[in-house]
Nanobody, 120 residues
Framework: QVQLVESGGGLVQAGGSLRLSCAAS????????MGWYRQAPGKQRELVAT???????NYADSVKGRFTISRDNAKNTVYLQMNSLKPEDTAVYYC??????????????WGQGTQVTVSS
């Protein structure tokens, strides 16, 4: 079994910063891409940023220049540094990872989500 555990969400004023972390644990053979998605009330889940095992990154246009995704492959952990936060960034943020687990095929795993609230 593989678990993704997120941390670092909270309440922040507009213009502030937060750093999210997501650690994968369990019977992991390797991890391909990792990423962050978010879902605001009444909206569909959307991609925020992804990063490959080699470090190539991709960002949603709405967060480019403000958010930075990174990962520590030795710790099976992905981070999301969020700066210049806006009220429209308010959402539940979910971690995602494509994992080769022992005795399983490659599949996507999701964290439980962490709330980020940006006040105006």
């Amino acid at each position: 079994q593989v678990q993704l555990v997120e941390s670092g969400g909270g309440l922040v004023q507009a213009g502030g910063s937060l750093r999210l972390s997501c650690a994968a644990s369990g019977s992991i053979f390797s991890i391909n891409a990792m990423g962050w998605y978010r879902q605001a009330p009444g909206k569909q889940r959307e991609l925020v940023a992804t990063i490959t095992s080699g470090g190539s990154t991709n960002y949603a246009d709405s967060v480019k220049g403000r958010f930075t995704i990174s990962r520590d492959n030795a710790k099976n952990t992905v981070y999301l540094q969020m700066n210049s936060l806006k009220p429209e960034d308010t959402a539940v943020y979910y971690c995602n990872a494509d994992v080769w687990a022992k005795f399983e095929n490659l599949r996507a795993y999701w964290g439980q989500g962490t709330q980020v609230t940006v006040s105006s």
